[in-house]
């Protein structure tokens, strides 16, 4: 069975770090390209990184630029989001996505983080 599952979500104070993972069994995990979401409380879910399936390309959007990095073990069949310099503003549910040949899209359940003093 196909599955998504985040882990590593928690309280960190501002300024500090975070490692997510999602694990992704049952997946042929190194012919799929893997993104992160996050939505907060309140607010709609936005695209914050993405890898392509062999994770030589990686993309970020927003504030995520130059403080989070997103990477692959294709050999684990896990992703991984390492998060810096967290702010209150990085506090939210972080889910990592994939679509499948044939245009399914599978999310996990998420993590979460939260960012305060």
């Known amino acids: 069975q196909v599955q998504l599952v985040e882990s590593g979500g928690g309280l960190v104070q501002p300024g500090g770090s975070l490692r997510l993972s999602c694990a992704a069994p049952g997946f042929t995990f190194s012919s799929l390209a893997m993104s992160w979401y996050r939505q907060a409380s309140g607010k709609e879910r936005e695209l914050v990184a993405a890898i392509t399936n062999s994770g030589s390309s990686t993309s970020y959007v927003g504030s995520a630029k130059g403080r989070f990095t997103i990477s692959r073990d294709n050999a684990k069949n896990t992703l991984y989001l390492q998060m810096n310099s967290l702010n209150p503003e990085d506090a939210a549910v972080y889910y990592c996505?994939?679509?499948?040949?044939?245009?399914?899209?599978?999310w996990g359940k998420g993590t979460l983080d939260t960012v305060s003093s």
């Open positions: 996505r994939t679509t499948r040949p044939l245009g399914v899209v599978y």
